[in-house]
């Protein structure tokens, strides 16, 4: 089973800021397929992600996804309000299980 | 418009079962993988079951013999029944769409259904 871990577990930002969150995976994603999601208090999940940097539909450009292997970062290039929330990578690289990592805060300084 | 809607949460007893639904409509049902995901109160993400458009079923060891997902197309309907609960299976539980057949991501989920296994 592929573990992924997380970092920072919070992040203190201020509107206007870029953000960087890191996932590291025990093993090498196959395909890199990863993907990112946010959720906020009281909402489900939402897709942000996937292949390791191709946004879903309707995600803004201010949203990046990169890396390969076992390294992979999200960027917010510049915060907004509604970004502040909490963000959790995903692998599924063929079989199962599929795993996340244990997510990140990201929150208003 | 995708919507999945869960029901069947709600409190058991150590030991007991409980079989939770999710009814899908805005897409076409039988041409999907399905998944459930389980959230445990205010932390992280545990993938719990998944079944293919052939209906081939896939668990981690946590529920592997404890839980069966099984789908009626013809209803766009999505089960999991679950048996041998314990406290640690105390979470909300979501049904969660596959983006596309093979390996890929999960781009629609439901609002979940919360199940609480106390005595």
């Known amino acids: 089973e592929i573990v992924l871990t997380q970092s920072p577990g919070t992040l203190s930002l201020s509107p206007g800021e870029r953000a960087t969150l890191s996932c590291r995976a025990s093993?090498?994603?196959?395909?890199?397929?990863l993907a990112w999601y946010q959720q906020k208090p009281g909402q489900s999940p939402r897709l942000l992600i996937h292949?390791?940097?191709i946004r879903a539909t309707g995600i803004p450009d201010r949203f990046s996804g990169s890396g390969s292997g076992t390294d992979f970062t999200l960027t917010i290039s510049r915060l907004e309000p509604e970004d502040f929330a909490v963000y959790y990578c995903?692998?599924?690289?063929?079989?199962?299980?599929?795993?996340f990592g244990q997510g990140t805060k990201l929150e208003i300084k | 418009e995708v919507q999945l809607v869960e029901s069947g949460g709600g409190l058991v007893q150590p030991g007991g079962s409980l079989r939770l639904s999710c009814v899908a409509s805005?897409?076409?049902?039988?041409?999907?993988?399905m998944h459930w995901v389980r959230q445990y109160t205010g932390k992280g993400l545990e993938w719990v079951s998944a079944?293919?458009?052939?209906?081939?079923?896939y668990y981690p060891d946590s529920v592997k013999g404890r839980f069966t997902i099984s789908r009626e197309n013809a209803k766009n309907s999505l089960f999991l029944q679950m048996n041998s609960l314990t406290a640690g299976d105390t979470a909300v539980y979501y049904c969660?769409?596959?983006?596309?057949?093979?390996?890929?991501?999960?781009?629609?989920w439901g609002q979940g259904t919360m199940v609480t296994v106390s005595s």
């Open positions: 093993q090498g994603v196959r395909s890199n397929f």
């Open positions: 995903q692998q599924y690289g063929g079989s199962p299980p599929y795993t």
């Open positions: 969660v769409r596959e983006k596309d057949i093979g390996d890929d991501a999960f781009d629609f």
């Open positions: 079944i293919d458009t052939a209906g081939r079923t």
């Open positions: 292949d390791a940097f």
């Open positions: 805005g897409f076409t049902f039988s041409t999907y993988d």
